[in-house]
Every structure is written in structure tokens, then in C-alpha cells.
């Protein structure tokens, strides 16, 4: 098994950035495909970006693209979520979550989750 722990969220101004973390434990980190989901209240849990495991490839939501980045550092066990530009409407609770086989966008697919950290951007 693999245990996720979420970091860095918090309340920023809209037009601020955030960075978020997701530190690993467990099994060998490398060995899996990352993916960052966030879920606003009344709203069903959405796909936000996803990382390869070497970090080779990047995917994002349209709605995040050009504004969030998604990287790795497996010597550190740990995947980051950049966010910049952040709109009100990116307020949720964030999430990371890993799987050990093939690249998908969808949250019931992937295997191992956090706990999550809230984003709130409101001015």
C-alpha cells in the first residue's frame, strides 16, 4: 500500500497562487501514476491533473490549463499542484490519490487517496 497526505492549502485572494503537496509513504513511489481531484461542496469530485511516473507526462482539466502545473520528485516521495491565477471557482477540497497501473482521469479508478486540504479563494 501506498499512504497519501495532502499539504499547503489554504484562504488566497483571487488572482493569488498556491502550492500544493502530496507526500507518500509506503511502497515505492515511483511506481505510480498521480493524479489531483478537488470536490466542492454539493458537487461531485473532479479530475483537476495527472502526472506519469517518471513525470514524462503531464495531463490537466481545460479548466485548470495554463494556470495549475502538476511535477514530481521521486527522490522526495512527493507530487505538487502549482496553482496560479486561482478563481473563486477553484475553491474545494483537494485531493491526491495513486494508482499502480495505467493513466485515467477517473476518481473511482484510482486505488489510494488522502485526506485532502481545503483551497478557499475569496477576496
Known amino acids: 500500500q501506498v499512504q497519501l497526505v495532502e499539504s499547503g492549502g489554504g484562504l488566497v485572494q483571487p488572482g493569488g497562487s498556491l502550492r500544493l503537496s502530496c507526500a507518500a509513504s509506503?511502497?515505492?513511489?515511483?511506481?505510480?501514476?498521480v493524479g489531483w481531484f478537488r470536490q466542492a461542496p454539493g458537487k461531485e469530485r473532479e479530475f483537476v491533473a495527472a502526472i506519469t511516473r517518471s513525470g514524462s507526462s503531464t495531463f490537466y482539466a481545460d479548466s485548470v490549463k495554463g494556470r495549475f502545473t502538476i511535477s514530481r520528485d521521486n527522490a522526495k516521495n512527493t507530487v505538487y499542484l502549482q496553482m496560479n491565477g486561482l478563481k473563486p471557482e477553484d475553491t474545494a477540497v483537494y485531493y491526491c490519490a495513486a494508482r499502480i497501473s495505467s493513466p485515467t482521469i477517473r476518481p473511482d479508478e484510482y486505488e489510494y487517496w488522502g485526506q485532502g486540504t481545503q483551497v478557499t479563494v475569496s477576496s
Open positions: 509506503g511502497r515505492t513511489f515511483s511506481n505510480y501514476f
